[in-house]
């Protein structure tokens, strides 16, 4: 008889006929089983330990889309990735998975934020305990939510626990630290969400083995009027001030000149990464790249924005507001002019529940942060987004105007993107509209 165990992350398979013990990626289980059955070979399942479940049934109705897509995964096994806007209701989606499956589940967030927003809307679409893991809590429950640096590190303790993974924001998956918590559980039944996917061949094909090919697709376009939003994107095209300007040219110029005496063309984040490595064995590139960090941050920093950002919110003065930076500084200093509550990854985290606690509540109208709620934050009643400075990444963009596209009765969503004229950061606003 062969007899399949799950240790420590791996899937045992032994064979007593022949004394041999074979060891297995325990992502493998569901082929082996099924390779067995077809085989029809006697065997024992002692790896899969998931606590009975039964009962699930939630009072959220599904939209056409969000059946179409469990209906989709449900063809193609229950193994697959959807993708849906942000605001579209990708949790509803996964929620009705669960109910379809009546199984152990584990639901995989990046973020302590978006962890205690899935376990307060399983909890109330279930009405049973929903356990935890990260931010300090260690609590394992049939139904449980975790961040993906807890369920990594616990993947030989709970591997064996659930039949069904959830990965939310499924493009954090492949980083090497993430991609172990596919290869590492059991679960034969993989949902992955997320509402921006590289479309990079390896990337596709990465998270093809480890959760499943895309299923189900809708864009923000399909779906904008009737379930998300209309929205405008305003890019303003703000000019430095003359000081700005004066020692921004100065600082571009010292990058621009070593280029050009080089014969470097920087066609490609390949081409700038080259370029950065040369930075680490010669000199004057190491100046030529200082330089170049000295006036992008000129450009991302402006003052000029932080005035005209005045204008946009006095324009808006009862609408809720998301305000984006790319670095910390601006978004303390902002936050010192303006009075505007700021959450960063420095915020500790009751800080951080209480911020978001009273903008949802309307007593803060303003957030600004940087980077940290790209992911995450769920306030419907949320028009106005702002970004004073970014990446050059159309996931970023995405993700962004999605915090202000959750549908509500009258809303018109706004985002509007603030452009150092005349400076590089034109060039960035052009690569993260592009898709």
């Keep these: 008889m062969i007899v399949l165990r799950f240790d420590r992350g791996a899937l045992m398979v032994e064979d007593d006929t022949v004394g041999s013990t074979t060891k297995k990626r325990a992502i493998?289980?569901?082929?082996?089983?099924?390779?067995?059955?077809?085989?029809?070979?006697?065997?024992?399942?002692?790896?899969?330990?998931?606590?009975?479940?039964?009962?699930?049934?939630?009072r959220f109705e599904a939209r056409d889309y969000q059946s179409e897509a469990v209906e989709s995964w449900g063809k193609a096994g229950c193994r697959g990735?959807?993708?849906?806007?942000?605001?579209?209701?990708?949790?509803?989606?996964?929620?009705?998975?669960?109910?379809?499956?009546?199984?152990?589940?584990?639901?995989?967030?990046?973020?302590?934020?978006?962890?205690?927003?899935?376990?307060?809307?399983?909890?109330?679409?279930?009405?049973?305990?929903?356990?935890?893991?990260?931010?300090?809590?260690?609590?394992?429950?049939p139904i449980t939510v975790s961040t993906y640096d807890s369920a990594a590190?616990?993947?030989?303790?709970?591997?064996?626990?659930?039949?069904?993974?959830?990965?939310?924001?499924?493009?954090?998956?492949?980083?090497?630290s993430n991609s172990t918590i596919a290869l590492n559980y059991l679960a034969p039944y993989r949902l992955g969400l997320t509402a921006t996917l590289s479309r990079e061949p390896e990337v596709m094909e990465n998270l093809g083995v480890l959760v499943g090919p895309v299923v189900y697709e809708k864009g923000v376009e399909e779906l904008a009027g009737k379930h998300l939003s209309d929205y405008t994107v305003r890019t303003v095209n703000v000019p430095l001030e003359p000081g700005e300007k004066l020692e921004y040219d100065r600082q571009f110029a010292v990058y621009k000149g070593f280029l050009q005496r080089r014969g470097i063309r920087i066609r490609s984040a390949?081409?700038?990464?080259?370029?950065?490595?040369?930075?680490?064995?010669?000199?004057?590139?190491?100046?030529?790249?200082?330089?170049?960090?000295?006036?992008?941050?000129?450009?991302?920093?402006?003052?000029?924005?932080?005035?005209?950002l005045r204008g946009i919110l006095s324009a808006n003065p009862n609408e809720k507001a998301l305000i984006f930076t790319r670095h910390n500084k601006l978004v303390y200093r902002i936050s010192r002019s303006l009075l505007i509550p700021a959450i960063t990854?420095?915020?500790?985290?009751?800080?951080?529940?209480?911020?978001?606690?009273?903008?949802?509540?309307?007593?803060?109208?303003?957030?600004?942060?940087?980077?940290?709620?790209?992911?995450?934050?769920?306030?419907?009643?949320a028009s106005v987004a702002v970004i004073l400075s970014g990446t050059g990444s159309?996931?970023?963009?995405?993700?962004?105007?999605?915090?202000?596209?959750?549908?509500?009765?009258?809303?018109?969503?706004?985002?509007?993107?603030?452009?150092?004229?005349?400076?590089?950061?034109?060039?960035?606003?052009?690569?993260?509209?592009?898709?």
Aim: glycine share 8%; aromatic share 6%.
């Design 81 to 141: 990735i959807v993708v849906l806007p942000t605001g579209a209701g990708k949790t509803v989606a996964a929620i009705k998975a669960m109910e379809r499956l009546q199984v152990a589940t584990l639901v995989v967030v990046p973020t302590i934020v978006l962890m205690e927003q899935w376990r307060k809307t399983l909890t109330e679409a279930f009405g049973v305990d929903v356990g935890s893991l990260g931010g300090g809590t260690d609590d394992i429950r």
């Design 345 to 381: 990854h420095q915020t500790v985290r009751e800080e951080r529940e209480e911020i978001l606690d009273r903008f949802r509540r309307g007593v803060y109208r303003r957030i600004i942060t940087s980077q940290v709620l790209d992911e995450g934050i769920d306030v419907p009643d």
């Design 270 to 308: 390949r081409d700038y990464l080259l370029f950065v490595k040369r930075s680490g064995v010669d000199p004057e590139a190491r100046r030529a790249l200082m330089a170049r960090n000295a006036a992008m941050d000129i450009a991302l920093n402006s003052r000029s924005k932080e005035e005209y």
């Design 394 to 435: 159309s996931r970023e963009f995405i993700q962004r105007l999605g915090r202000v596209l959750r549908k509500k009765e009258g809303k018109q969503a706004t985002l509007y993107e603030l452009v150092s004229f005349g400076t590089a950061e034109t060039r960035l606003s052009r690569r993260r509209k592009e898709a």
């Design 28 to 58: 493998e289980y569901s082929h082996i089983v099924e390779q067995l059955r077809g085989q029809g070979s006697e065997y024992r399942d002692d790896a899969l330990k998931a606590p009975r479940v039964g009962g699930l049934a939630s």
């Design 153 to 176: 590190l616990r993947a030989g303790r709970i591997g064996d626990k659930f039949e069904l993974i959830v990965f939310d924001e499924v493009h954090h998956l492949p980083a090497p």
